[in-house]
């Protein structure tokens, strides 16, 4: 079984940094996208940025320009940097990946890390 381990969440001010890292684990052949999304209470979980294998990224409208999505595909371990952090931002963020394992296709989700925000 593929398993993610995300860290690096906690509280911090508005205008804040904060800078998430999940590592996936098992038996993998490969790994295509990675990436982030977020749940705050009473909504939907939404995507907030992902990576392919080549490094492509996509990045959600509400934080372009303020969060980055990277990847070092030989430690399995996908980033999320965040600035210039807003109350609207806080939520529990889960780390997402795809790809491939010796008996097929695979697709994992973290356990979640809490990120809030204070004004």
């Known amino acids: 079984q593929v398993h993610l381990v995300e860290s690096g969440g906690g509280l911090v001010q508005a205008g804040g940094s904060l800078r998430l890292s999940c590592a996936a684990s098992g038996r993998i052949l490969s790994i295509n996208v990675m990436g982030w999304y977020r749940q705050a209470p009473g909504k939907q979980r939404e995507l907030v940025a992902t990576i392919t294998s080549g490094g492509s990224t996509n990045h959600a409208d509400s934080v372009k320009g303020r969060f980055t999505v990277s990847r070092d595909n030989a430690k399995r371990t996908v980033y999320l940097q965040m600035m210039s952090l807003k109350p609207e931002d806080t939520a529990v963020y889960y780390c997402?990946?795809?790809?491939?394992?010796?008996?097929?296709?695979?697709?994992?989700w973290g356990q979640g890390t809490q990120v809030t925000v204070s004004s």
């Open positions: 997402y990946a795809n790809g491939r394992t010796p008996t097929g296709p695979f697709g994992s």
